[in-house]
């Protein structure tokens, strides 16, 4: 969700003040110690304590102390290991106890002071590799005692307060052991006031997430934004509680990192009721979920396997969620999912998605296919895929080249079965020793049969959307042309679902060199008798723009020819045509979105064209034009309705985020505007059509002159008379002899085998001079096949064509034009004073 920068303040304030509270900053960070106290009060620990051996290894000695209740009552600094303490107990036998508040009160030493009637207490002892290095000494917080998920989490803190007390070997008993045991498990807390939505959250659940402190806005929606959409129902349970909802509850959701990673984790939390019995506040931790479940529940895992699967449409979604299925709750280091495909091996995803977190041998062909690629190369996945059987290989297991490093600490090969072949393999790979036990091997081989057929429709699903999406491309522009004076990008995206061939198009016309037309439109529904109508009004539309009629000509052809074809179906368009010199644009619009318009200032509007009907629907309808002028630097933006509409994105609010994330997007590169402007559309409902144009403004301004030919004996005199002293204002006597000649037989032609009004355009830009004869004749000009020594004509388009840079002929409106283009030559500046008897022009 967007980040808006508001809102940003401590739960503290806000449940003073509410929402009003909120200011511009960071969230002030989370005390260390008020994070620790947190976590510690869900695994039910009032109070933490470590005793390590001291005195000769008579007694224990107290070092460290943590937890809420540390300021309310204590532990004795030392007790004798002889003693009839927990904690003696517990060293000497090295066998945890779990004691109820009656147990405990057997014991004559080593409890609570002052002593706590409804306490339970922990004794964990500490030792590694046979050495016992101390005991730790939890007191709970409930009469009920420790539940079974706190006693697992309570000994993996255990363990990781053995690695503290390990790194210290050798030195003084380290006076912080408990805070960094407790970091090292990664647990996150967080308080909630469900009134603000704003939310309290420490730097180790930011990082859970994926979200660095600068980044977060203190708002719950942030955290939610990176949660999976499948999960949001149970976490917006917690998000906004019911007055029913005061207990204890626990779930388990899925986030996406930035770097794609998907991750499971677990989250448990209690509501805070007010004095009114509302919702206050919630309290909760969240880790990763090897962290509080060390014993997931299979079966639960597969019904959310095959869930997850049956929503997966592409080759794309089944890896992710074979990734979250396997990496996260397997401990798992890699996980690699290839397709078989003519006995070549296709990698469709590798997580994590680094280049140097795979072997060497990979990186070359990084992401597309596998080294060695065909299956003969590889021995390992050959024998699995031959057999169809899951391998599960120990630590220490030596492989080709191509596997090595893969799964140093154990690797699982899993064929992947569907309908009677192998569809392809999923390599999961552990780099510490990973023991496999039978109940893993079943979790592996349910998995594998699942994700197999998955995958094959999957595959299929890929090829109708390839399939569908080579049609509709080979229905649109291949490329833009190059543009005097600014530059166009376009962009299209089909629809997600199934063989959808959308009615989307797009066009740019180059109707002179200095004139440009740009199309955009929409033919109702998705199919392929849509495709073929935007196919056809495509092509009418450039027909119509090629000879020459205005913008509301174009668009009137087009309709009738629509509504001639007798469909059911109608379509939209908005057709612009821009004079790339001046900037005057003419815009008609019949029933399609409004062209978005970016200012060199960054500022956006919408332009406000007067619109018409759809075409097809009535052959008479008007469409009426509107003049817009560009200045240089301007984007024109025209989109279809998939871009800015959708069934939970209303047209408005669409329009408005275009035309926000086009006010932000740097114009310099019209590419990644583009880009930026399609934004996340993975699930998109429509296919998106987009058509960008920078206008720049010409750098070089072409300078003209006409002249309309009278039909008179001497015509074509007064048309050299005319050309010649054109070339002499412009300078360019140069090439008098080769335009003149030009315009002569250019000319001559025009007045000899047309009908009606001729007249001559002539054009200098840069170093080039165009001749432009029009005539009323639609037919182009026919160049002799032979001439002979005999013949009395016909030479005449041959020597024009010899003469001429370029040559050639276009339709317009009412004839044609027959153009020349003829090179300028550069001069070289004459020295200011040359010395006498010095050859201009020789060798140097």
């Known amino acids: 969700m967007p980040h808006d920068g508001r809102a940003r303040a401590g739960v503290s304030e806000l449940g003073a003040s509410g929402a009003g509270a909120a200011d511009t900053g960071s969230p002030p960070p989370v005390p260390e110690a008020a994070a620790s106290d947190r976590a510690l009060t869900f695994a039910g620990a009032a109070l933490t304590a470590v005793y390590v051996p001291g005195g000769g290894h008579e007694e224990l000695l107290l070092v460290e102390t943590a937890g809420c209740a540390a300021s309310q009552y204590g532990l004795p600094e030392r007790l004798p290991l002889s003693g009839g303490s927990p904690a003696a107990h517990a060293f000497r036998t090295d066998r945890p106890l779990w004691l109820t508040p009656a147990a405990l009160a057997s014991y004559p030493e080593g409890g609570p002071t002052p002593p706590r009637a409804e306490a339970p207490l922990a004794a964990l002892p500490l030792g590694a590799e046979g050495r016992r290095l101390g005991c730790l000494v939890v007191v709970g917080d409930s009469a009920d005692g420790f539940e079974a998920e706190q006693r697992r989490f309570l000994e993996r803190y255990a363990d990781a307060v053995v690695g503290m007390l390990q790194t210290g070997t050798g030195r003084p008993a380290p006076s912080s052991l408990l805070g960094p045991a407790l970091r090292s498990l990664r647990v996150g807390s967080f308080v909630l006031v469900p009134d603000t939505g704003l939310i309290e959250a420490d730097d180790t659940l930011l990082d859970l997430v994926g979200i660095t402190p600068d980044d977060f806005d203190g708002k719950a929606d942030t955290l939610l934004a990176h949660a999976l959409p499948e999960d949001m129902h149970a976490l917006m349970s917690v998000i906004e509680p019911s007055t029913q909802a005061f207990g204890r509850r626990e779930l388990e959701f899925r986030v996406r990192r930035p770097t794609g ?55 794309r979604d089944v890896s992710r969620v074979v990734v979250t299925a396997l990496r996260e709750p397997l401990g798992a280091d890699r996980v690699a999912l290839a397709e078989v495909q003519d006995d070549r091996l296709m990698v469709t995803v590798l997580d994590p998605p680094k280049p140097d977190a795979w072997p060497e041998a990979w990186r070359s062909e990084w992401r597309s296919e596998w080294p060695d690629a065909p299956v003969s190369a590889l021995p390992t996945l050959q024998m699995a895929l031959r057999d169809g059987r899951t391998d599960l290989w120990p630590a220490g297991t030596a492989f080709e080249p191509a596997l090595g490093g893969v799964g140093a600490g154990g690797l699982a090969v899993l064929p992947l079965p569907a309908k009677g072949r192998v569809a392809g393999v999923c390599l999961v790979g552990w780099d510490e020793p990973h023991e496999f036990v039978p109940e893993e091997r079943s979790l592996l081989t349910a998995t594998a049969a699942l994700v197999g057929q998955a995958l094959k429709r999957a595959h299929a699903h890929d090829a109708e959307q390839e399939l569908a999406t080579m049609l509709q491309r080979s229905l649109l522009p291949r490329r833009l042309p190059e ?231 001497d015509a074509v005199m007064h048309a050299r008379r005319f050309t010649a002293r054109t070339l002499r204002r412009w300078r360019i006597e140069d090439v008098a002899d080769e335009v003149l000649l030009v315009v002569s037989e250019l000319v001559t032609n ?48 041959l020597l ?13 409106a009412g004839g044609k034009q027959v153009w020349s283009e003829i090179v300028v030559p550069r001069r070289e500046p004459a020295p200011a004073d040359p010395e006498p008897g010095t050859e201009r022009g020789g060798l140097p």
């Open 261 to 315: 990673e998907m991750r499971w984790l677990s989250l448990s939390c209690r509501v805070v009721a007010s004095t009114d019995g509302a919702p206050e506040q919630v309290l909760g931790v969240v880790t990763a979920t090897s962290v509080l479940r060390k014993g997931p529940d299979d079966v639960s895992r597969i019904q959310w396997l095959t869930a997850a699967l049956d929503d997966a449409a592409t080759v």
């Open 800 to 812: 024009v064509e010899a003469m001429s840079e370029a040559f050639g002929s276009m339709p317009v």
């Open 750 to 797: 025009a007045l000899v085998h047309t009908q009606g009004p001729v007249s001559v355009d002539l054009t200098l830009r840069g170093d080039r001079v165009r001749v432009c004869v029009i005539d009323s004749s639609p037919r182009a000009p026919a160049k002799p096949v032979i001439v002979d020594w005999e013949s009395t004509g016909g030479r005449g388009l």
């Open 483 to 713: 543009l005097a004076g600014g530059k166009a990008v376009a962009r299209y995206l089909p629809a997600r679902r199934g063989l959808q061939v959308g009615g989307d198009w797009y066009d740019v016309i180059a109707l002179s060199e200095d004139r440009v037309a740009l199309v955009i439109g929409d033919v109702q529904g998705h199919s392929a008798g849509a495709a073929t109508i935007m196919g056809q009004m495509r092509t009418a539309v450039r027909a119509y723009a090629v000879e020459g009629h205005p913008p509301d000509v174009v668009v009137s052809h087009a309709n009738r020819l629509l509504v001639g074809m007798e469909t059911d179906l109608f379509a939209t368009c908005c057709y612009v045509e821009l004079d790339m010199e001046q900037g005057n644009t003419l815009f008609v619009r019949a029933g399609h979105l409004s062209p978005m318009l970016r200012h060199p200032d960054g500022s956006t509007e919408e332009v406000q064209v007067e619109g018409g009907l759809p075409l097809g629907i009535l052959a008479e309808a008007d469409f009426p034009m509107t003049a817009v002028a560009l200045t240089p630097g301007t984007v024109l933006a025209l989109v279809t309705d998939g871009l800015v509409e959708a069934a939970d994105l209303p047209l408005d609010e669409g329009m408005q985020r275009t035309r926000s994330a086009l006010a932000a997007a740097d114009p310099a590169d019209p590419g990644r505007m583009a880009d930026e402007l399609l934004g996340d559309l993975d699930r998109r409902e429509d296919d998106v059509a987009l058509l960008l144009l920078r206008y720049d403004g010409m750098k070089t301004r072409p300078i003209r002159a006409g002249w309309v030919v009278w039909r008179l004996p």
